[in-house]
């Protein structure tokens, strides 16, 4: 393949449609294909994590992106680093946009005539032939190299082998290319959060043949609705020393600050197989048997995202009282449960968003939540001065909006002041009604 370079400001109109980006101020506005739009990162989520890669010891060099599709994540490292970047796509239409992106960022960051964007370079090329594109822009020494390579939309599951570009074939091209600090060189590679325990373990050791005993820090990311949205691996001098797992939870507004959960220790351990059956039996953290939950006692819904990264046991060390026990009493889907005998101590700025709810049981009933039974929630409510009550239970997606409809209208003006939900027992026809 011929590689052709363009500078950021030649990316010009071809480079597809503009989109302004979400809750940015002053209205950043992005280039984008729309073949990648579903590849594209999230500029939120791009800046944060470039963000944090700039203030990490990094070896000098330009930030290379081996298969850089919209440029949105390397416009972010060069922002954050203040450093040149060199995108590489095999798409010459998106590589316009990438080029077109790079300037839009620098001149949104007025920094037209700044070193690192009028040095900056997109190659229409194949992100995995170092020789062909250093023909083309001379020879750069690389900083940090971020990989985000394309692989299928369509399937729940992908092979290593389907990503384009192969891991192994970028690793090899650029090893001699990358500059060393004593942690070694920086790599942060954008994978799938499909990829199964197997396959990060193959990643690594992909990474291992190239670089061994280079250090790792997988980290997951989430912006919330209970879904990791990513899921990237951290190598050597971008690695933070003594983590080897992160859980990032990006806030909905971009002045709010990360949530950022490590664990030293638990990588492949607790995580949350998707396709692995519920786990029915108490969580090590909880003693032998299980009794059930009893009035007083807290029940809180932990976020979905943070319970799949394997990472809500260290968290919850750190917010319950005196590391009191807790148990599960379900652990998975969309609304993992624990009990607790007291109150999370969390940030309600920050770390509120690591949970759904939170609340003290006031009653326990045998009932299904049916529209006829409504008036029975609503005497407990009022009885225990409740409103808003908010249904935390699957129910037919029918029936769910009509009940909680009948829940609110039937307690508006009936005093109630805490605001509560009912959640229902996963093994029998239990239900907890809870005040938050
Ligand atoms: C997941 S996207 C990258 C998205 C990017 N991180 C962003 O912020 O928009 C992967 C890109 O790699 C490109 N690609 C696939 N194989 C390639 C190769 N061998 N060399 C260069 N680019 C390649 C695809 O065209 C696609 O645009």
Partial sequence: MTHRVISPQHG??????????????????FHLHPDAIPLATPWQVALERASRLAELELPGGVILDAACGSGIQL?????????AGL???????????????????????RSEEAPWLQSSRVIVGDGTDSKGAMAVVGEVTIGVLQLDPARPQNSRTHGLDEMSPQLDEVFSAWAEHLAVTERGPALLLDLSPRLSDSQCSEVE???ETQWPGVAKTWEWTSRGGGRIDRLSLWLGAASSPGVETRYVRIPPH?????????????????RTDPSSSPIESPSPSEGSARSLPRVGEYMTILDAALVSSGLAEPWLDTVLPQ?????WLEREGRRPVITHLRQLEIDP????????????????????????????????????KLHPVTIRAPLDPEIQPRVQAALHRMLRDKGGVSPGFVLCDPSSSRLFICRE
């Fill in 205 to 207: 050791a992909l990474a």
């Fill in 323 to 327: 590391q009191e026990r807790f148990r």
């Fill in 12 to 29: 010009g109109e071809a480079a597809g449609p503009l989109a302004a980006v979400d809750k940015v101020k002053g209205g950043l506005k």
């Fill in 349 to 384: 700025e920050g770390e509120s968003l690591l949970v759904q709810a939170s609340g003290r049981i006031i009653a326990i009933i045998s009932m299904e939540i049916t529209l006829e039974n409504v008036p029975l929630l609503v005497d407990i409510a009022v009885e225990n």
């Fill in 254 to 270: 971009s002045q709010q600050a990360a949530i950022i959960v490590v664990d030293s220790h638990t990588r492949g351990e607790t």
């Fill in 87 to 109: 995108g590489i796509e095999a798409d010459e239409v998106v590589a316009l946009s990438a080029a077109a992106n790079m300037w839009r960022v620098g001149t949104f960051d």
């Fill in 75 to 83: 416009a972010a490292h060069m922002l954050a680093t203040q450093r």
